[in-house]
Protein backbone atom coordinates (compact mmCIF):
# COMPACT_ATOMS: atom_id res chain seq x y z
CA UNK A 1 0.00 0.00 0.00
CA UNK A 2 1.44 3.03 -1.22
CA UNK A 3 1.65 6.05 1.56
CA UNK A 4 0.67 9.23 1.71
CA UNK A 5 1.77 12.55 3.32
CA UNK A 6 -0.82 14.98 4.17
CA UNK A 7 -0.55 18.07 5.01
CA UNK A 8 -3.00 20.04 7.64
CA UNK A 9 -2.92 24.41 7.29
CA UNK A 10 -4.16 25.70 4.19
CA UNK A 11 -4.22 21.79 3.05
CA UNK A 12 -6.98 20.16 5.21
CA UNK A 13 -8.30 23.21 7.28
CA UNK A 14 -7.74 27.14 7.05
CA UNK A 15 -8.75 30.63 8.10
CA UNK A 16 -8.05 30.53 11.92
CA UNK A 17 -4.75 31.93 11.64
CA UNK A 18 -6.14 35.29 9.65
CA UNK A 19 -8.73 35.26 11.89
CA UNK A 20 -6.21 35.66 14.96
CA UNK A 21 -4.62 38.30 13.00
CA UNK A 22 -7.29 40.09 12.06
CA UNK A 23 -9.00 40.30 15.44
CA UNK A 24 -5.54 41.48 16.52
CA UNK A 25 -5.66 44.21 13.69
CA UNK A 26 -8.82 45.16 13.99
CA UNK A 27 -8.86 44.31 10.30
CA UNK A 28 -11.24 42.34 7.67
CA UNK A 29 -8.50 40.82 5.25
CA UNK A 30 -9.54 37.68 3.26
CA UNK A 31 -7.29 34.49 2.25
CA UNK A 32 -6.92 36.08 -1.42
CA UNK A 33 -5.42 38.94 -0.28
CA UNK A 34 -2.50 37.32 1.57
CA UNK A 35 0.56 36.55 -0.72
CA UNK A 36 2.76 35.56 2.05
CA UNK A 37 3.15 31.99 3.66
CA UNK A 38 2.97 33.62 6.90
CA UNK A 39 0.00 35.66 7.21
CA UNK A 40 2.03 37.93 10.02
CA UNK A 41 3.93 39.06 7.20
CA UNK A 42 1.66 41.86 6.70
CA UNK A 43 2.31 43.39 9.77
CA UNK A 44 5.60 46.03 10.43
CA UNK A 45 8.60 44.25 12.30
CA UNK A 46 7.72 45.91 15.87
CA UNK A 47 3.86 44.53 15.70
CA UNK A 48 4.75 41.11 14.56
CA UNK A 49 6.80 40.66 17.68
CA UNK A 50 4.22 41.38 20.12
CA UNK A 51 1.62 39.74 17.80
CA UNK A 52 3.18 36.59 18.08
CA UNK A 53 3.61 37.32 21.86
CA UNK A 54 0.34 37.78 22.16
CA UNK A 55 -1.06 34.89 19.28
CA UNK A 56 1.04 31.96 21.59
CA UNK A 57 -0.46 32.82 24.81
CA UNK A 58 -3.93 33.45 23.80
CA UNK A 59 -5.01 31.67 20.48
CA UNK A 60 -6.14 27.85 19.53
CA UNK A 61 -6.50 28.77 15.58
CA UNK A 62 -8.26 25.25 15.57
CA UNK A 63 -11.25 26.53 17.17
CA UNK A 64 -12.10 28.29 14.03
CA UNK A 65 -10.98 26.65 11.42
CA UNK A 66 -12.45 25.48 8.69
CA UNK A 67 -12.46 22.81 6.79
CA UNK A 68 -11.49 22.79 3.02
CA UNK A 69 -14.48 21.65 0.87
CA UNK A 70 -14.46 17.67 0.46
CA UNK A 71 -10.83 17.16 1.71
CA UNK A 72 -12.42 15.24 5.30
CA UNK A 73 -14.51 12.92 2.60
CA UNK A 74 -11.57 12.70 0.37
CA UNK A 75 -8.79 11.31 2.72
CA UNK A 76 -11.41 8.93 4.39
CA UNK A 77 -11.72 7.76 0.63
CA UNK A 78 -8.40 7.35 0.20
CA UNK A 79 -7.49 5.92 3.83
CA UNK A 80 -9.30 2.74 2.10
CA UNK A 81 -6.69 2.36 -0.67
CA UNK A 82 -3.61 4.53 0.66
CA UNK A 83 -1.63 4.21 3.98
CA UNK A 84 -2.14 8.17 5.25
CA UNK A 85 -0.25 9.76 7.46
CA UNK A 86 -1.06 13.63 8.57
CA UNK A 87 2.13 15.56 8.48
CA UNK A 88 1.93 19.22 10.11
CA UNK A 89 5.22 21.36 11.10
CA UNK A 90 4.22 23.05 14.71
CA UNK A 91 7.89 24.45 15.23
CA UNK A 92 7.82 28.28 14.58
CA UNK A 93 11.72 28.88 14.25
CA UNK A 94 10.90 32.51 15.90
CA UNK A 95 9.01 31.15 18.55
CA UNK A 96 10.40 27.64 19.55
CA UNK A 97 9.22 27.02 22.65
CA UNK A 98 5.90 28.79 22.20
CA UNK A 99 5.03 27.04 19.45
CA UNK A 100 5.03 23.95 21.49
CA UNK A 101 1.51 24.15 22.64
CA UNK A 102 0.57 24.22 18.65
CA UNK A 103 1.28 20.21 18.44
CA UNK A 104 -1.32 19.89 21.40
CA UNK A 105 -3.78 21.98 19.24
CA UNK A 106 -2.92 20.44 15.33
CA UNK A 107 -3.09 16.21 17.38
CA UNK A 108 -6.85 17.41 19.73
CA UNK A 109 -7.55 18.94 15.96
CA UNK A 110 -6.88 15.92 13.79
CA UNK A 111 -7.73 13.07 16.11
CA UNK A 112 -11.68 14.94 17.20
CA UNK A 113 -12.42 15.92 12.63
CA UNK A 114 -11.15 12.55 11.24
CA UNK A 115 -11.51 9.46 13.36
CA UNK A 116 -10.61 7.36 10.43
CA UNK A 117 -6.66 7.98 10.84
CA UNK A 118 -5.15 5.96 13.19
CA UNK A 119 -3.45 8.59 16.02
CA UNK A 120 0.38 6.76 15.50
CA UNK A 121 0.20 7.86 11.90
CA UNK A 122 -0.26 11.80 12.87
CA UNK A 123 3.17 12.92 12.51
CA UNK A 124 4.54 16.21 14.28
CA UNK A 125 7.47 17.80 13.09
CA UNK A 126 9.94 20.37 12.53
CA UNK A 127 10.49 19.72 8.80
CA UNK A 128 8.95 17.24 6.70
CA UNK A 129 12.53 16.05 4.91
CA UNK A 130 12.14 12.98 7.26
CA UNK A 131 9.09 11.45 5.87
CA UNK A 132 9.38 9.53 2.91
CA UNK A 133 6.23 8.87 1.21
CA UNK A 134 5.28 7.78 -2.49
CA UNK A 135 2.44 10.19 -2.74
CA UNK A 136 2.38 13.80 -0.81
CA UNK A 137 0.12 16.69 -0.85
CA UNK A 138 0.69 20.04 0.57
CA UNK A 139 0.02 23.95 0.36
CA UNK A 140 4.10 24.96 0.36
CA UNK A 141 6.55 23.96 -2.24
CA UNK A 142 9.09 23.26 0.02
CA UNK A 143 7.74 20.59 1.74
CA UNK A 144 6.97 18.94 -1.89
CA UNK A 145 10.81 18.86 -2.83
CA UNK A 146 12.92 15.97 -3.32
CA UNK A 147 11.44 11.90 -2.82
CA UNK A 148 7.76 11.22 -3.97
CA UNK A 149 6.25 9.78 -7.03
CA UNK A 150 3.49 12.28 -6.59
CA UNK A 151 3.62 15.54 -5.34
CA UNK A 152 0.59 17.70 -5.00
CA UNK A 153 0.28 21.38 -4.35
CA UNK A 154 -3.19 22.71 -2.93
CA UNK A 155 -3.71 25.97 -4.85
CA UNK A 156 -3.36 28.90 -2.16
CA UNK A 157 -2.64 32.32 -2.61
CA UNK A 158 0.84 32.57 -0.85
CA UNK A 159 2.17 29.47 -3.74
CA UNK A 160 0.77 30.96 -7.27
CA UNK A 161 4.13 32.90 -7.59
CA UNK A 162 5.12 29.40 -8.76
CA UNK A 163 4.87 28.47 -12.60
CA UNK A 164 3.51 25.77 -14.02
CA UNK A 165 7.06 25.25 -15.65
CA UNK A 166 8.89 25.49 -12.47
CA UNK A 167 6.77 23.36 -10.61
CA UNK A 168 7.01 21.00 -13.56
CA UNK A 169 11.04 20.81 -13.11
CA UNK A 170 10.11 19.83 -9.50
CA UNK A 171 7.60 16.83 -10.29
CA UNK A 172 5.43 19.04 -8.66
CA UNK A 173 1.53 19.57 -9.82
CA UNK A 174 -0.51 22.26 -9.11
CA UNK A 175 -4.29 20.66 -7.96
CA UNK A 176 -7.24 23.10 -7.10
CA UNK A 177 -9.36 21.84 -5.16
CA UNK A 178 -9.64 18.05 -3.17
CA UNK A 179 -12.78 16.70 -6.12
CA UNK A 180 -9.56 17.02 -8.18
CA UNK A 181 -7.12 14.89 -5.63
CA UNK A 182 -10.17 12.55 -5.60
CA UNK A 183 -10.00 12.32 -9.24
CA UNK A 184 -6.28 11.57 -9.29
CA UNK A 185 -5.53 8.99 -6.64
CA UNK A 186 -8.65 7.47 -6.98
CA UNK A 187 -9.80 7.77 -10.36
CA UNK A 188 -6.83 5.86 -12.18
CA UNK A 189 -3.84 3.52 -11.49
CA UNK A 190 -1.94 5.14 -9.02
CA UNK A 191 -2.81 2.47 -5.90
Given at each position: ???????????????????AVNR???????????????????????????????????????????????????????????DIYI???????????ESAI??????????????????????????????????????????????????????????????????????????????????????????
Amino acid sequence: MKRVMIDLDETICTGGYLEAVNRYLHTNYKENEIEHYYVEDVMNPEEKERFLDYFYKNVNIYKEAKIIPDSLRVIEALSHHYDIYITTAFVDKRRVVESAIMAQYKYQWIVENMPYIDPKKIVLTGSKDIVMCEIKIDDKVANLKGYGEIKLLLDQPHNQKFTFEELEILGIRRVYDWVQIESILLGSEEK
